[in-house]
């Protein structure tokens, strides 16, 4: 076992196995160029980020190129194992709506949200620098975008990009950023995102046996 490693970008492998070296170096290219995706004559531009173009990936696209375009969500995955959230492209269950968006730079795919709808939330406020606080009820509300995951490449981060991915898909679907609801728990990262965007609050749902919170 000592002669396993874990790189950076998430992958545990044998070093001196000719194989395992070279599967970490395509995945460690991935993490920080990107995935390699198609180009289609149908593909759906609804924004762009500083000359990257930004995808959509709904279920009224065929299926293969939505199969392409979650090959970005698999690397996510792999680089956020700790915070379980996918997104295939296919349409097994047609009442769970779920959506991607990809950020793609030259022929990478660079950065991914995924969204599904879900009606159950618990507001959060802010409580200082310290974790979020609950109220004791949580709120039954009309279905509305949740935000499973946010996702950037790693030679692309601390650069602003989530927060403006974010903000261009918000305008695309013709909402506040703020009206999506955010899928807890969060990573460090994931929180300063969020705070600076939704400063007095925010819709949260998911598990939270698994935070850390204090009540009202």
């Known amino acids: 076992m000592d002669d396993i490693m874990k790189c950076e970008c998430g992958l545990m492998y044998v070093p001196w196995v000719k194989d395992n ?8 290219d991935k993490w920080v160029n990107g995935q390699p995706i198609l180009s289609v ?9 500083g000359g990257k173009d930004i995808l959509e990936s709904s279920k009224d ?3 293969p190129y939505r199969a392409e375009l979650a090959k970005v969500a698999l690397l ?10 996918g997104y295939d492209g296919s349409d097994e269950d047609p009442e769970f709506d779920s959506r991607a968006y990809i950020l793609r730079e030259r022929d990478r795919g660079v950065g991914i949200i995924i969204l599904r709808r879900r ?4 507001p959060f406020t802010w409580n200082n620098n310290r974790e ?4 004791h009820n949580a709120v039954s509300d009309i279905k509305r975008w949740v935000v499973e995951r946010i996702w950037i490449v790693s030679k692309l981060r601390r650069q602003n990009y989530g927060k403006h991915f974010i903000a261009c898909v918000a305008k695309y679907l013709e909402l ?7 899928e807890l728990p969060f990573t460090d990262n994931g929180r300063l995102l969020v705070k ?3 400063p007095e609050g925010f819709l949260g749902t998911g598990d939270l046996a698994l935070l850390d919170l204090e009540q009202k």
């Open 21 to 28: 070296e070279a599967y970490h170096s395509e995945h460690h």
């Open 41 to 49: 004559s149908y593909e759906r531009i609804i924004g762009t980020i």
């Open 61 to 63: 696209l065929p299926l």
């Open 76 to 85: 996510a995955q792999r680089d956020m194992s700790d915070y379980p959230a």
């Open 119 to 122: 009606d159950t939330f618990w």
């Open 132 to 135: 979020n606080i609950v109220p």
């Open 176 to 182: 506040n950023v703020c009206d999506f609801g955010w």
């Open 196 to 198: 600076s965007i939704c």
